[in-house]
């Protein structure tokens, strides 16, 4: 595209935005939130932006609906300052697990933030790792979403993985977990997970695979409170695993008392990436983040440019 590059970032993961602009070479664009007494907010883009081709960086964290509306608001600034294109940069989206009807009389919220979206002005969105491959559809502007197995993969052989295999936490990832398998050329387990209800208590039942004197490294798209996680961990070790770790895209840690969690958890490593900012209570010293912008950086580059980003979704 022949207008100008910008790139500007929410108030969510200013960091991420920050590296990305320092890979591309751009300064990071002025803008600014203002937070009212009755909470309601006003945002401005502080610099010329019309005919440009715009890049607006909001992943999803606390606080989440203010973060998602703040996006909403410069996506529709800059639509009316006059942006040639404007891009949604969401490494991670919310709502994103809400992607099906599985209870009577529920919204489908992640299709909803993807029509919302659009009617803000969003011209395409950019992110990575959705959490199933049908949210994909909601969205009916173009989306191009990216994967970590590439960044996590690298990082995995820094480990030695003679003597390892790769675990599904649950039977969901089997197809995502492949990725990793074909990359590192490893052997896969399965965790047969249970899940009662909304309590984020999940039971692990049975393994298929055989674990025993191995590394198992779980592979799971995201890590909420981190109790899918410490119970596979705990299973594993019981089926004979010698030592335990995982890889994840997303570092949610929705809970306070994750960093305890980890530490006190029989596993070893934790690598994630820094598709969402994690608060240094929660942040135990088994978690080691890896950053991702490179990749958004490149992506965004052959957005901007017009050419294809294919590879980089095997990356």
């Known amino acids: 595209m022949d207008a100008p590059l910008k790139i500007f970032a929410g108030s969510s993961h200013p960091e991420l935005a920050q590296k990305i602009c320092d890979y591309l070479g751009v300064p990071l664009g002025e803008a600014e939130t203002i937070h009212f007494s009755n909470e309601n907010m006003m945002v401005q883009i502080n610099e010329n932006v019309r005919e440009c081709d ?3 960086v909001q992943t999803s ?3 989440v609906h203010r973060n998602l509306f703040e996006l909403l608001m410069m996506i529709d600034a800059l639509r009316s300052a006059s942006a040639a294109r404007v891009t949604a940069v969401m490494p991670y989206v919310p709502y994103i697990r809400s992607d099906k009807k599985d209870r009577p009389r ?3 919220t992640a299709r909803l933030v993807a029509d919302i979206l659009q009617t803000a002005g969003a011209h395409r969105v950019l992110t990575m790792d959705l959490h199933s491959p049908q949210a994909h559809g909601f969205f009916s502007t173009p989306v191009d979403q990216l994967q970590a197995a590439g960044p996590l993969c690298e990082k995995l052989r820094e480990e030695d993985l003679s003597n390892c295999v790769l675990v599904a936490a649950d039977a969901g990832e089997v197809k995502d977990i492949g990725r990793y398998a074909n990359k590192l050329d490893l ?3 399965i965790v047969d997970k249970r899940r009662d209800g909304d309590d984020e208590k999940p039971r692990a039942v049975n393994l298929i695979g055989d674990v025993r004197g191995k590394t198992a490294i779980i592979v799971d798209d995201e890590i909420a409170s981190g109790g899918t996680l410490c119970e596979a961990a705990i299973f594993l070790r019981k089926h004979g695993a010698e ?3 995982a890889a994840a895209t997303h570092p949610v840690f929705s809970k306070d008392n994750i960093r305890e969690r980890f530490d006190d958890a029989l596993i070893d490593k934790v690598i994630v990436t820094d598709t969402i900012p994690i608060p240094e209570r929660r942040l135990s010293e088994k978690v080691e983040v890896i950053s ?3 990749l958004f950086a ?3 580059s052959r957005i901007h440019d017009g050419s294809s980003i294919s590879s980089l979704f095997r990356k």
Do not use: G
Request: glycine content about 0%.
């Open 298 to 300: 490149r992506a965004i």
């Open 61 to 63: 964290c606390a606080p």
């Open 106 to 108: 529920i919204s489908i």
């Open 292 to 294: 991702v912008a490179e």
């Open 187 to 189: 052997p896969i387990a």
């Open 243 to 245: 030592k335990v770790m």
């Open 54 to 56: 715009v890049f607006v």
